[in-house]
């Protein structure tokens, strides 16, 4: 008997932390998944709102000697430059340089060595950047962790009161509940929310716990790649250097690295005796998410030492980066991850909105607080689930409708998106919460819509040429908003039907009520 009753209170405590615990931080979760799910396809968002940076692909040797044209042409004495190669997910030849605080980039024509000129923007990065760190700094970065530490709580609270869906999973019981739905999807994406929040969890530890490298290397600790990486640079030597052609390095470290494998490339010092050149390789075809190298004398030529192996706790800690940031296994695991970070995020949205159905009767006869409580909740599940997706469709437009020019242009983009979501919070307070569902769903298929209308209308990338051409990265953007778009088109419908549907047992209600004799 002791036993059974320590077991009820066992699981009601288990499901109230489920509840309380999923519904307080379900807002943030949601958040979190959502823009984390986009951030997948961070290159291909970023490729799309540059639609200046379309250039022809050409030999590796070629795309790296115009960018050393380019670099001693316009900074002949910095103390550092960089080198960003074209990818296949990442087309754009981009140059750096450094002198003192003072840090300049831009975007070269891989064929032509011309400079090319692209809207200021954050593009993909603006999402990545925001999952991990709410563009708040290190407040952003502790929430978000403790957030993720709540994840991991509501998954194995989860489990422990619904052991039964598991099974029910399995036999295909399936119902049209958002209960079934939040469960069904929770069992289906388990593995993987397991993975995603475990590992972000990981990537942040770092961060979030700075004692922890001071204790374990000291004060002298700058960071995991001082640690991991052999140190190939040199002080500068103050004696005028002649750098050797970059060109005349890229076979030597494609022979060390592999070919067509350089991502990006660092000088240091060029112009000085003591120049080091550092090759990096790219991460795309392997899990452990850090770059082997190959350092030259920039004077000689000579090479300095290659780092292609690590030790196993460093290979160990970068392959659980590698499994969240999903850079290996290219397009097949991207899909993946994206597909699964959707169904994650209805599987969040469902349980936020099911709270508020299981409780509405009950909060219709409280009083005024618990009245106010309650409509809260509603306003915030919708601004948090609908708001969103309307924010990151107008941070879209935004790039696209823009002046090219206009000063300070990134930091407007990202005011359009946190803008449109306060003023989606403003509508949800403000109007009847199925109407504000369906208004906020059909505004934000609309945008998702116009979006390849938008794009064709704007810039000469639009869906049709991008197919044309095999620009797939463009027109996948385009493609996937418009499947957006269909789907929250769908979901408006659904509940424009139960409207009808309700405001018709209403009228029904009321003449059944009627008085006979009027």
């Given at each position: 008997?002791?036993?059974n009753?320590?077991?009820k209170t066992f699981t009601?405590?288990?499901?109230?932390?489920?509840?309380?615990?999923?519904?307080?931080?379900?807002w943030?979760?949601?958040?979190?998944?959502?823009?984390?799910t986009?951030?997948?396809?961070?290159?291909?968002?970023?490729?799309?709102m540059?639609?200046?940076?379309?250039?022809?692909q050409?030999?590796?040797i070629?795309?790296l000697?115009?960018a050393?044209?380019?670099?001693?042409q316009?900074?002949?004495?910095?103390?550092?430059?960089?080198?960003?190669?074209?990818?296949k997910?990442?087309?754009?030849?981009?140059?750096g340089?450094?002198k003192?605080?003072?840090?300049?980039?831009?975007?070269?024509d891989?064929?032509?060595?011309?400079?090319?000129k692209?809207?200021?923007?954050?593009g993909?990065?603006?999402?990545a950047?925001?999952h991990?760190?709410?563009?708040s700094g290190?407040?952003?970065?502790?929430?978000?962790?403790l957030?993720s530490?709540?994840?991991?709580?509501?998954?194995?609270?989860?489990i422990?009161?619904r052991?039964q869906?598991v099974k029910?999973?399995f036999?295909l019981?399936?119902?049209?509940?958002?209960?079934?739905?939040?469960?069904m999807?929770?069992?289906l994406?388990?593995p993987?929310?397991l993975?995603?929040?475990?590992?972000?969890?990981?990537?942040?530890?770092f961060?979030?716990?700075p004692v922890?490298?001071q204790v374990?290397?000291?004060?002298?600790?700058?960071?995991p790649h001082?640690?991991?990486?052999?140190?190939?640079?040199r002080?500068?030597?103050?004696?005028?250097?002649?750098l050797?052609?970059?060109?005349?390095l890229?076979p030597?470290?494609?022979?060390?690295?592999?070919?067509?494998?350089?991502?990006f490339?660092r000088?240091n010092?060029?112009?000085?005796k003591?120049s080091?050149?550092?090759?990096?390789?790219n991460v795309?075809?392997?899990?452990?998410a850090?770059?082997?190298?190959?350092?030259?004398?920039?004077a000689?030529g000579?090479?300095l030492g290659?780092?292609?192996?690590w030790?196993?706790?460093?290979?160990?800690?970068?392959?659980?980066?590698?499994?969240h940031?999903?850079?290996?296994g290219?397009?097949?695991?991207?899909?993946l991850?994206?597909?699964?970070?959707l169904?994650?995020s209805v599987?969040?949205?469902t349980?936020?909105?099911?709270?508020t159905i299981?409780r509405?009767?009950?909060?219709?006869?409280?009083?005024?607080?618990?009245r106010?409580?309650?409509?809260?909740?509603?306003?915030?599940?919708i601004?948090?689930i609908?708001?969103l997706?309307?924010?990151c469709?107008a941070?879209?437009?935004?790039n696209?409708l823009?002046?090219?020019?206009?000063l300070n242009?990134?930091?407007?983009?990202?005011?359009?998106?946190?803008t449109?979501?306060?003023?989606?919070?403003?509508h949800a307070?403000q109007?009847p919460p199925?109407q504000?569902?369906?208004?906020?769903?059909s505004?934000?298929?609309g945008?998702?819509?116009g979006?390849?209308i938008?794009?064709?209308?704007?810039?000469?990338?639009?869906?049709?040429?991008?197919?044309r051409n095999?620009d797939?990265m463009?027109a996948g953007?385009?493609?996937t908003a418009?499947l957006?778009?269909?789907?929250f088109?769908?979901?408006?419908w659904?509940?424009?039907?139960?409207?009808?549907?309700?405001?018709t047992?209403?009228?029904?209600?009321?003449?059944?009520t009627q008085?006979v004799?009027?």
């Amino acid at each position: 008997m002791n036993q059974n009753t320590q077991n009820k209170t066992f699981t009601r405590a288990m499901s109230e932390l489920h509840t309380w615990g999923g519904l307080i931080f379900g807002w943030l979760l949601f958040v979190i998944f959502f823009t984390g799910t986009l951030s997948v396809f961070e290159q291909e968002i970023t490729h799309w709102m540059q639609p200046n940076l379309r250039s022809s692909q050409v030999a590796a040797i070629q795309s790296l000697a115009a960018a050393e044209q380019k670099l001693r042409q316009l900074a002949p004495h910095s103390d550092t430059w960089t080198i960003a190669m074209p990818q296949k997910r990442h087309q754009d030849l981009e140059i750096g340089w450094k002198k003192g605080k003072s840090t300049i980039e831009k975007h070269v024509d891989p064929q032509t060595g011309a400079l090319i000129k692209s809207p200021d923007t954050e593009g993909g990065h603006f999402f990545a950047h925001f999952h991990y760190e709410l563009h708040s700094g290190k407040a952003g970065l502790w929430l978000v962790s403790l957030t993720s530490v709540v994840m991991l709580a509501a998954l194995i609270s989860g489990i422990l009161i619904r052991k039964q869906v598991v099974k029910d999973f399995f036999l295909l019981r399936w119902r049209r509940t958002w209960l079934s739905i939040h469960t069904m999807t929770g069992v289906l994406t388990l593995p993987f929310v397991l993975l995603i929040t475990y590992t972000g969890l990981t990537v942040t530890f770092f961060s979030i716990l700075p004692v922890v490298p001071q204790v374990l290397y000291g004060n002298s600790y700058r960071g995991p790649h001082t640690v991991a990486a052999q140190n190939f640079d040199r002080p500068r030597a103050n004696i005028p250097g002649q750098l050797v052609p970059l060109t005349q390095l890229l076979p030597v470290a494609e022979r060390e690295l592999g070919k067509d494998s350089i991502s990006f490339i660092r000088i240091n010092n060029p112009s000085d005796k003591q120049s080091v050149v550092t090759f990096y390789r790219n991460v795309d075809d392997t899990i452990v998410a850090i770059s082997s190298r190959s350092a030259f004398d920039g004077a000689t030529g000579e090479l300095l030492g290659s780092q292609t192996t690590w030790n196993k706790y460093v290979h160990a800690y970068r392959s659980l980066v590698g499994l969240h940031i999903a850079r290996f296994g290219g397009y097949p695991i991207s899909w993946l991850y994206f597909v699964a970070g959707l169904i994650s995020s209805v599987m969040i949205a469902t349980g936020l909105v099911f709270f508020t159905i299981k409780r509405r009767s009950r909060y219709a006869h409280t009083d005024e607080i618990g009245r106010f409580l309650y409509r809260s909740i509603e306003a915030l599940n919708i601004a948090a689930i609908s708001g969103l997706f309307i924010a990151c469709a107008a941070y879209l437009w935004g790039n696209r409708l823009l002046p090219a020019d206009l000063l300070n242009r990134a930091d407007i983009e990202s005011s359009i998106f946190f803008t449109t979501w306060f003023m989606m919070l403003i509508h949800a307070f403000q109007r009847p919460p199925l109407q504000a569902w369906r208004e906020q769903l059909s505004l934000a298929a609309g945008l998702c819509l116009g979006l390849p209308i938008l794009n064709t209308l704007t810039t000469n990338v639009g869906l049709s040429p991008a197919i044309r051409n095999g620009d797939w990265m463009t027109a996948g953007v385009d493609l996937t908003a418009a499947l957006m778009g269909i789907l929250f088109a769908l979901a408006a419908w659904q509940i424009t039907l139960k409207q009808r549907k309700t405001v018709t047992k209403q009228s029904a209600l009321a003449l059944s009520t009627q008085p006979v004799n009027q």
